[in-house]
């Protein structure tokens, strides 16, 4: 282990280089969304009305998805731009697939990609979020009543629901992973587990799909035309990250779809970003830094945050580095943003209400 005084010497002389040195970026989050400016729709032909409808509703989709919210759509300045929808085209495409259902819909599916710096732009001008690429791997654990029979739903690509669940995920730019239901799953969770919504033994067998959230749900028929969904929404770390609510739709696809339509509204109120945010300066000292190693993490994984601008070392102590961070939001924009985060817990003792408005305090946990 290194001694205090070797550190301080090693991260003074880093200091320079860290803070002009282009990083590599090391995500917290377990996955990057790569067709997040992209949104598909089924169609009945390629006639060019049907594109041209097909574009608006893909262009609805993107905004959506990029901001995380559904009332981006009903904004000032975003609705006169909906029937511009060809303006934001970069490319489209029509392809066929394999229906998953017995039910009589189109096979043909149009993808448009619109221009991630138009759509950006837009967002900003008229004062909306933009949620981006790197977003939170949700394990979802998912039990269904059928026709009096519960089952769990896994990950297999032969699963109906399974694929309903996936594409209404990927509408909204959720990265939803299905446990592999095979003996080790099964050792740890029972489907009364999941039924039940209690979230202990599923938290522990979630473990090894590293995910950063986990959804617990069960979906059941209430009459012949209304099924019903309950839904708990958890931090897989530490933390007091928790969300229930419930859907209601006709049938078992509606349902899914506004289960996936909540969760993406959840996390996009948390994680989405203000490009119109005010710039502050924070001061945020972090303990527990031992190694050279434990620093260039910390600043990876700071840097990687979207509200934070720019980033400097002003102050050593022993195990403690004190930075200086240009963060948009501020002080209270970093905070929830970090206490999202496994690798950084509140000091103990340390309450947020007795620190200066401008300052926060953590602990590091390699």
């Known amino acids: 282990m290194n001694k205090p005084n070797d550190l301080v010497k090693r991260l003074t002389h880093m200091v320079f280089c860290i803070t002009v040195a282009v990083?590599?970026?090391?995500?917290?989050?377990?996955?990057?969304?790569?067709?997040?400016?992209?949104?598909?729709?089924?169609?009945?032909?390629?006639s060019e009305s049907a594109r041209q409808r097909a574009t608006k509703q893909a262009f609805k989709q993107v905004l959506v998805k990029v901001s995380g919210s559904r009332e981006t759509l009903f904004a000032p300045g975003i609705q006169e731009q909906l029937g511009q929808a060809e303006r934001y085209l970069e490319r489209y495409s029509f392809d066929e697939v394999i229906p998953y259902t017995d039910e009589a819909v189109p096979n043909l599916e149009f993808k448009a990609t619109f221009s991630d710096e138009s759509i950006d732009r837009l967002l900003k001008i008229t004062g909306q979020r933009i949620w981006g690429?790197?977003?939170?791997?949700?394990?979802?654990?998912?039990?269904?009543?059928?026709?009096h029979v519960r089952q769990l739903v896994g990950q297999s690509e032969g699963d109906e629901i399974n694929q309903e669940l996936q594409r209404a995920a990927q509408s909204r730019g959720l990265v939803v992973v299905m446990p592999k239901l095979d003996s080790e799953d099964k050792s740890l969770v029972e489907l009364s587990d999941v039924w039940g919504l209690f979230p202990t033994s599923v938290a522990a067998a979630?473990?090894?799909?590293?995910?950063?959230?986990?959804?617990?749900?069960?979906?059941?028929?209430?009459?012949?035309?209304?099924?019903?969904?309950?839904?708990?929404?958890?931090?897989?770390?530490?933390?007091e990250f928790s969300h229930r609510w419930r859907t209601q739709g006709s049938d078992r696809q509606s349902t899914l779809i506004d289960a996936m339509e909540w969760t993406a509204d959840i996390l996009g109120e948390q994680l989405a970003t203000s490009l119109t945010s005010q710039r502050m300066q924070v001061s945020m000292r972090v303990n527990n830094i031992h190694t050279v190693e434990d620093f260039v993490a910390l600043e990876r994984h700071l840097t990687q945050l979207p509200q934070v601008e720019s980033l400097i070392v002003s102050?050593?102590?022993?195990?403690?580095?004190?930075?200086?961070?240009?963060?948009?939001?501020?002080?209270n924009a970093l905070k929830q943003a970090l206490l999202r985060h496994d690798k950084l817990a509140v000091m103990a003792n340390v309450d947020f209400a007795d620190r200066p408005e401008n300052e926060v305090q953590f602990q590091w946990q390699p």
Do not use: C, N
């Open 23 to 46: 990083i590599v970026p090391v995500t917290v989050f377990a996955a990057q969304v790569a067709d997040l400016y992209t949104g598909s729709v089924f169609v009945a032909d390629q």
């Open 206 to 239: 979630s473990k090894r799909y590293e995910p950063e959230l986990i959804l617990l749900g069960r979906l059941y028929p209430v009459s012949e035309s209304s099924w019903q969904g309950e839904w708990m929404l958890f931090s897989a770390h530490q933390g």
């Open 315 to 331: 102050e050593l102590h022993g195990h403690e580095v004190v930075l200086k961070l240009e963060v948009l939001g501020g002080a």
């Open 133 to 147: 690429r790197d977003r939170p791997k949700i394990v979802t654990w998912l039990a269904v009543q059928q026709e």
